[in-house]
């Protein structure tokens, strides 16, 4: 074999002697998986502007590593991920990891006024679920439930074109319902993948409930904001119930 042959397979040997190291050194890697995002269409994002939790000495924010130890003064003890940290009125509780098979989370969190001994902390969290498989379900089987982690207040602004699935549900917006010529019946969009009445207008609410994993159920609550030929804006919340 030539030098000039041995040369790439050589670089190809040296890195991956880096990259072996680079997860048994400490420092340089980590030795807990990390939890990576299957490909672009394979993932739901959901975000819930303002979460808000109240926590008592030991109690930890549902879903993450965050734990309040105690009151000092003007400071407030946490852990996070096991480690001990001083906080203050305004600062950062961030934390991100899988929740539940499936769901990864982002808190982005902050320390507000606490009052009567309590903690309570307040941001942004941003939900991701892996490989959804939207199922419509009836709405009593929520009761069923044995929730791990219940999220509210998720808000939702989807715009779907013809011939477009809404995203984690079933229904495929089909584009509008053609009318008679000279009608001056409202213009009303058709829906298909659904139980019941297939047509909206503008301003109609459209509720639905199914299932994103075996592990996730979600509720929507929308309305139609607009409704035209390119397409149809739904906007509104949505509950998410992580049973384990």
């Known amino acids: 074999m030539s030098k000039e042959m041995g040369k790439p397979i050589l670089v190809f040997v040296v890195l991956l002697g880096v990259m072996g190291l680079a997860c048994v050194v400490p420092g340089i890697g980590s030795a807990t998986p990390v939890a990576t995002p299957t490909p672009l269409g394979d993932t739901i994002s959901f975000t819930i502007p303002a979460y ?14 965050i734990e309040y130890v105690g009151r000092a003064g003007d400071v407030y003890k946490v852990k996070i991920d096991g480690l001990e ?6 600062d950062s509780l961030i934390w991100n990891g899988v929740i539940a098979p499936g769901v990864f989370a982002n808190y982005n969190l902050r320390l507000t006024t606490a009052v009567f001994g309590e903690v309570p902390v307040a941001g942004p969290v ?14 009593s089987e929520l009761e069923q439930l044995t929730t791990r982690y219940h999220f509210g207040n998720i808000v939702i602004n989807y715009f779907v074109p013809a011939g477009s699935i809404i995203p984690g549900t079933t229904i495929l917006f089909e584009g509008l319902e053609p009318q008679p010529p000279g009608s001056q019946s409202a213009q009303q969009g058709r829906l298909a993948g659904l139980s019941g009445y297939p047509l909206v207008a503008l301003g109609d609410s459209l509720v639905w409930t199914g299932r994103l994993r075996d592990n996730v159920t979600i509720r929507y609550n929308l309305r139609v904001a607009s409704l035209s030929e390119d397409g ?3 906007a509104g919340t949505a509950e998410l119930w992580i049973t384990e």
């Open 232 to 234: 149809i804006r739904l």
């Open 85 to 90: 940290a001083n906080k203050r009125s305004g």
């Open 52 to 65: 808000t939790i109240s926590l008592e000495p030991g109690e930890v924010v549902p879903g993450t590593q």
């Open 126 to 139: 941003q939900l991701l679920v892996f490989n959804p498989e939207p199922t419509e379900i009836e709405a």
